[in-house]
């Protein structure tokens, strides 16, 4: 009796977006499976090496204030050799700003290693975020060009925030391109050590983390470490605690 063979591994690769059970054509991969990887390899490369479109982010974020510096790497191949370029501003001078109060929150956007995640994911996560603070003082939104995540302690540092945000884009996989991270900061100054932040990843709508559960996660953790005084090591996230997917009845 002839007839198709079942394929075993159809089950599992319909549960993970991992590469397993590919098959094979002789010692290679078949066709379909080698374009495919090529495929996810240019768009993770090209998501390292594009730009992102600042000024289009400006409008989509309306009417929130925005803020727009530089880190000190001149161009995107300076920020990809000299990764520490991208963690300092860039020697110009600071924006003047029509108000100088000392907010509660700065959210900082830095395009990181992804312009994709930028274009897909900050405007939707910034106005999330944004709705699920409500109550606190926040600053402009400031965009950092060829940042990298510790460029926000001395950009938090220089608006006196109590505490940073700095949404960045993550490095792309063979996977997911375009996700985002959100790190976390409480008492923002240059030197700060990693240790001393909170990170949330894998934002991004491929099976990651959706953009109101983004926030969700955000806001609980900034109102923990307004309270508490600390980010890092010493806040531990307890989902439980947090309410619903949309960033409403978030602890004050």
Not at 25 to 42: I, K, R
Not at 46 to 72: G, K, Q
Not at 90 to 114: F, H, K, T
């Amino acid at each position: 009796m002839t007839g198709l063979v079942k394929d075993p591994w159809a089950r599992l690769r319909a549960a993970t977006p991992a590469r397993i059970g590919l098959g094979r054509t002789g010692a290679a991969l078949t066709t379909s499976a080698n374009l495919a990887f090529q495929f996810a390899h240019a768009r993770a490369r090209d998501a390292v090496h594009r730009t992102v479109d600042w000024d289009r982010l400006e409008e989509e974020l309306a009417p929130l204030r925005t803020l727009r510096v530089r880190s000190a790497a001149a161009d995107r191949t300076t920020y990809l050799g000299r990764p520490d370029l991208g963690r300092r501003l860039a020697a110009e001078p600071w924006p003047e700003l029509d108000d100088n109060a000392a907010p509660d929150v700065v959210l900082v956007v830095a395009d990181g290693l992804s312009a994709d995640a930028i274009a897909a994911q900050v405007a939707p996560v910034v106005h999330a975020t944004c709705r699920a603070l409500d109550g606190l003082q926040l600053g402009p939104i400031v965009l950092a060009e060829q940042g990298r995540v510790a460029i926000g302690d001395e950009i938090g540092e220089r608006l006196g925030a109590r505490l940073v945000v700095l949404l960045v884009g993550e490095r792309p996989g063979l996977t997911v391109a375009d996700s985002l991270g959100a790190y976390i900061t409480y008492g923002p100054r240059v030197g700060c050590r990693d240790a001393e932040r909170n990170c949330i990843s894998n934002i991004h709508g491929n099976g990651g983390l959706s953009h109101d559960e983004a926030a969700a996660k955000i806001a609980w953790l900034v109102r923990q470490a307004l309270r508490l005084e600390l980010t890092g090591t010493g806040l531990k996230e307890n989902a439980q605690s947090l309410p619903d997917q949309t960033g409403k009845g978030l602890p004050k």
